[in-house]
Nanobody, 118 residues
């Protein structure tokens, strides 16, 4: 089992930046990738970004390409989401999730609130 703890959310004005962190602990050696998701009020949870632990390959939702950057620090078992040029529509609770060797997300963090004011 992997435990995930997100941090770094907050309130920011449109056009501003925030960096989210997700620290993983527990049985992390078999993890394939880490993803970020978000859920806005009244909407379904949606994929934001993903990074593989070994090769560092990254994938992004079209809505955040060019504005968000996902990175990892293997030594710290931590994944980051650098968010820039934030828009009010980025307002959501952001979750990190760990993808196991079966390519399914089997561990989730508690979420961190990001609010972008116009």
């Amino acid at each position: 089992q992997v435990q995930l703890v997100e941090s770094g959310g907050g309130l920011v004005q449109a056009g501003g930046s925030l960096r989210l962190s997700c620290a993983a602990s527990g049985r992390t050696s078999s993890r394939y990738a880490m993803g970020w998701f978000r859920q806005a009020p009244g909407k379904e949870r949606e994929f934001v970004a993903l990074i593989t632990w070994s090769g560092g390959n990254t994938y992004y939702a079209d809505s955040v390409k060019g504005r968000f950057a996902i990175s990892r620090d293997n030594a710290k078992n931590t994944v980051y989401l650098q968010m820039s040029s934030l828009k009010p529509e980025d307002t959501a609770v952001y979750y990190c999730a760990s993808m196991g060797p079966g390519r399914d997300y089997d561990s989730w963090g508690q979420g961190t609130q990001v609010t972008v004011s116009s």
